[in-house]
């Protein structure tokens, strides 16, 4: 994403952001309230249209006209409501608006493919290392950490490239963010991209490979979780005055 | 003893926090059963259940396509004055414009159709609640049929011997007996083939004693039926509609891509639509459907009482409906229930009903009681999952 300007009326929101993500890169989003992360994500997602700015995926222009456009991008987000079906069951969530269709079918029925959708529902969650109750089990019956990683395997699933995850671990427990963590790791090894918003610096610097920090709206440095301290990041988010020191670092 | 006291009654507690399923409808309707049985042994012959399924066939098409409004999370008061409005048109084309039979039916559920559509289009176009459109649509539909039926003084005879058929013939004895074995077999033969298939597929087979349980119902079920039907005059073609129109309706809401978006739309409608499942269609689409057997079932009562009045589909028509479906499983916020459970709820009502008739109740302790089922299986539901829709752990 590139010089990515967005306003909402007076409120200039996005102001010439740019963010780019390697194959298999765990990119981390962070700053504070207010600094752009989830109008920048929407962006991404084809929520909002930015006003200017060049969006490209494997270096191809991508036009966002919505949220259609960045799924057949392979762009797919993963929203801290995990847009989950509580009354149904694992398998049904993974297919949930893109269910595999019978050969066999009526004059005017599509029937479900139940089996195949299992068989390739258990193999997902397998490589992925998720372990459930049974996929036959209500989502509503399921942990904080195995509803979100149903909702990560629906975007492995549905083939995409790019993934989004909104605060991941925002309302999880050490174990159930011990998992999250595995799993966003095995995305990478998949060759996934992945976008990690989140207020979390032990979050960020136990799982990203990089950072980017938004403040009011532009971009306040890029940084590497390897070679840089957390005290840097978070003074890039609040803009105080070693952030001339990490300026040098862009 | 007070030491001893909160053990059991945790248990009794954990058992009561789960899914309850089809259990209580199904204990309800045997309890129905024995206990009118006991108070006057008319209540299972023959004679008596096969009227008792002929007085289920309306509440039941009712029944079923209230229920697939409920699982939308969305409900539709109207079905009883649609049913009404419906017949009044059929009658009027049958027996004063001299319309064939065929072609009066189908101008009333097209008529039905088009209701649901005036309806779900205007709550989904306008992001109107439901209740409401219904509610001033059941008021619409009511008038419309005050005012086509006022000037036949309120009441039109439906005379054509094809109308009248549907509600009063039966099947030849052996078309019955062949139609029972039939279903006992492909029941069991379905069940049997399922089990091998999904074993040799590598995926995990329900527990063997439930498929055992599952076959002894599909063959006992039909067989059971034909036998006490055979005692009195067999088959009735009501009988056959209802089971077409619940096999259909079980199909599409257990099988097909459509019936999972019902569910998922009941779920979590936001989640439903960012995935790309087109709500809006959807819910018109099953107004319309609810409509069209409101319509269906106005046709039979018009058969069924050889006549069509004010009165028809009027009182507690759709409340009765509504509260079968509630009875049967089904849930108010959507998501939940199944068409097997809506069944079954309104063979408790009219059950209910029949058995408090048979002991020469009035019509208020039949009222009473069914409104105290009512409480009792909502209840029962609430207890179960511990207050929330879904049930489970959050």
Redo the contacts between chains.
């Keep these: 994403m590139r010089s990515i300007r967005k306003s909402f009326g007076n409120v200039e929101a996005l102001r010439g952001v740019d963010l780019t993500v390697q194959p298999g890169e765990i990119m981390a989003l962070v700053g504070d309230n207010g600094a752009g992360k989830s109008t920048l994500v929407k962006t991404l997602a084809g929520v909002h249209i930015a006003d200017q700015g060049t969006i490209e995926v494997d270096g191809v222009p991508v036009s966002m006209a919505g ?2 456009d960045a ?1 057949r991008a392979g762009v797919e987000t993963v929203y801290q ?8 069951d694992v398998v ?1 969530n993974l297919y ?4 595999l ?1 019978s050969p066999a079918r009526g004059p005017l ?4 493919a ?2 195949r959708m ?2 390739e529902a258990t193999r997902i969650l397998d490589e992925l290392a998720v372990t459930l109750p ?1 996929l036959r089990a ?6 904080g950490g195995q509803r979100q990683a149903i909702a990560v395997g629906r975007a492995v699933l549905w083939g995409s490239r790019i993934v989004v995850l909104d605060e991941p671990t925002a309302a999880l427990g050490v174990q159930q963010t011990a998992m999250v963590y595995r799993l966003v790791r095995t995305l990478k090894e998949r060759g996934i991209s992945v976008v990690l918003i989140s207020h979390n610096m032990v979050d960020v610097f136990e799982v990203a490979d990089r950072v980017t920090v938004l403040r009011l709206g532009a971009n306040a440095g890029v940084f590497d979780t390897s070679t840089d301290k957390p005290s840097d990041v978070i003074a890039a988010i609040t803009g105080s005055d070693a952030i001339t020191a990490a300026e040098g670092l862009r | 003893m007070s030491a001893t006291t909160p053990a059991p009654r945790s248990r009794v507690a954990s058992l009561l926090r789960r899914d309850l399923g089809l259990w209580p409808v199904i204990i309800g309707l045997v309890i129905i059963a024995v206990g009118f049985q006991l108070a006057n042994d008319a209540f299972l012959s023959s004679r008596n259940l096969s009227n008792m399924i002929l007085q289920t066939a309306v509440l039941a098409i009712l029944t079923l396509g209230v229920m697939l409004v409920l699982l939308l999370g969305e409900i539709d008061l109207s079905i009883g004055a649609v049913s009404g409005l419906t017949a009044a048109l059929m009658g009027v084309l049958s027996a004063l414009a001299g319309w064939p039979a065929w072609a009066a039916i189908l101008a009333a559920v097209a008529l039905g159709a088009i209701i649901g559509l005036i309806q779900g289009g205007w709550i989904v176009a306008f992001r109107a609640p439901s209740f409401i459109v219904t509610l001033a649509g059941m008021l619409v539909w009511q008038g419309l049929q005050l005012l086509i039926l006022t000037p036949q003084s309120g009441q039109l005879r439906i005379t054509d011997p094809f109308i009248t058929g549907i509600a009063s013939s039966y099947l030849p004895r052996p078309a019955g007996w062949a139609l029972a074995i039939v279903i006992a077999l492909g029941a069991a033969g379905w069940v049997v083939l399922r089990r091998v ?2 074993s040799r ?1 590598g ?2 087979t329900d527990p063997i004693a439930r498929d055992v349980i599952r076959i002894v119902l599909g063959v006992g079920v039909p067989i059971g039926v034909m036998v006490i039907l055979d005692g009195y005059f067999g088959v009735p073609y009501l009988l056959l509609i209802v089971l077409a129109i619940t096999g259909i309706l079980a ?2 809401t257990g ?7 019902i ?2 739309v ?3 409608i ?3 639509r ?4 087109r709500v809006s269609s959807l819910r018109v689409v099953i107004f319309m459907i609810v409509a069209g057997l409101a319509a269906i079932a106005g046709v039979l009562s018009a058969a069924r009482g050889y006549s069509v009045s004010v009165n028809t589909g009027g009182g507690n028509t759709a409340l009765n409906a509504i509260a079968a479906a509630v009875i049967g499983g089904t849930s108010l916020f959507g ?2 229930g199944t068409i097997i459970g809506a069944l079954l709820g309104a063979l408790v009502i009219s059950s209910v009903q029949n058995g408090l008739a048979l002991l020469g109740q009035p019509a208020a302790t039949q009222v009473i009681t069914t409104g105290l089922i009512l409480l009792a299986a909502v209840t029962l539901d609430m207890v179960a999952r511990g207050r ?7």
Excluded: M
């Excluded at chain 1, 409501?81 to 149904?88: G, K, Q, T, V, Y």
């Excluded at chain 1, 949930?96 to 269910?99: F, K, M």
């Excluded at chain 2, 960012?274 to 499942?277: A, E, H, L, M, S």
């Design positions: 949220p259609q799924v409501d995990l847009a989950l079906c509580d009354n149904l049904a949930l608006g893109r269910e269709r029925a599509r029937f479900l139940g089996k299992s068989f049974s209500q989502v509503a019956t399921l942990s | 298939l999904t597929s995926y995990e199909v599409v099988s097909t891509i459509f019936g999972r978006h569910y998922a009941g779920g979590n936001e989640a439903a960012r995935t790309g499942i998501g939940r929330r829709p879904f049930g489970g752990l959050r």
